[in-house]
């Protein structure tokens, strides 16, 4: 099993350009997350989706739209880049049962708005 | 949503053990303590769950109050590869729901020494 899987690793984006941030995982989890990292800081949850056909937001939604393509797929979009989303991007599932706040997270995008 | 307090940074020693302690007085009923580890340039990983009294993995110990007011995560004997910043979450992400939410702080910097 790969877990949690992300692409692209790196990315380079100028103001205003637009992106999609792909995960996905592979262990029949039912919950997905988004969160972002700056330098020095705690992990911010951007959206999440409990379970298949449902997205809410988190902490920081601004700037960002996601989509639940399927149970394996949570994409994480941004439609026109800004410098303040400079981050790593982390893409994370869970299943609840037994372990309620276990998440499990994938290597992290590195994106750089210019 | 349950603030959670712990210290910026520890130094410790090879072979020693370590306690990081986390306060977080407004903890709810339904409230899970958990607790993650994250390296550099990965994504968090997750160590040890609680709710009350003590826990016990092979990792880990977490001891939980009885008015869980706090916890205390334990690592014995640490080892060099045991640098990496610890985060206490509190919160408990519901099954198939949109309820419950985990904040990650900025975690605890632990830096092991030979």
């Known amino acids: 099993n790969a877990g949690v899987t992300q692409t692209p690793k790196f990315q380079v984006l100028k103001t205003g350009q637009s992106m999609t941030l792909q995960c996905a995982q592979d262990m029949n989890h039912n919950s997905m997350y988004w969160y972002r990292q700056d330098p020095g800081m705690g992990l911010r949850l951007i959206y999440y989706s409990a379970s298949e056909g449902t997205t809410d937001k988190g902490e920081v939604p601004n700037g960002y739209n996601v989509s639940r393509l399927n149970k394996r797929e949570f994409s994480l979009r941004l439609e026109s880049a800004a410098p303040s989303q400079t981050s790593v991007y982390f893409c994370a599932s869970s299943l609840i049962a037994g372990k309620p706040n276990e998440q499990f997270f994938g290597p992290g995008t590195r994106l750089t708005v210019l | 949503l349950a603030k959670t307090t712990q210290p910026i940074s520890m130094d410790s020693y090879e072979g020693q053990e370590v306690n990081i302690t986390c306060s977080h007085n407004n903890i709810a009923t339904n409230d899970y303590i958990t607790w993650y580890q994250q390296f550099p340039s990965q994504g968090p990983r997750f160590i040890i769950q609680?709710?009350?009294t003590k826990v016990t993995n092979e990792v880990a110990s977490l001891f939980i109050p009885a008015d869980r007011k706090s916890s205390t995560l334990s690592l014995p004997r640490v080892s060099l590869s045991d640098t990496a910043v610890y985060y206490c979450?509190?919160?408990?992400?519901?099954?198939?729901?949109?309820?419950?939410?985990?904040?990650f702080g900025k975690g605890t910097k632990l830096s092991v020494k030979p």
């Open positions: 609680g709710y009350k």
């Open positions: 979450l509190v919160g408990f992400m519901n099954y198939g729901g949109s309820q419950g939410n985990l904040i």
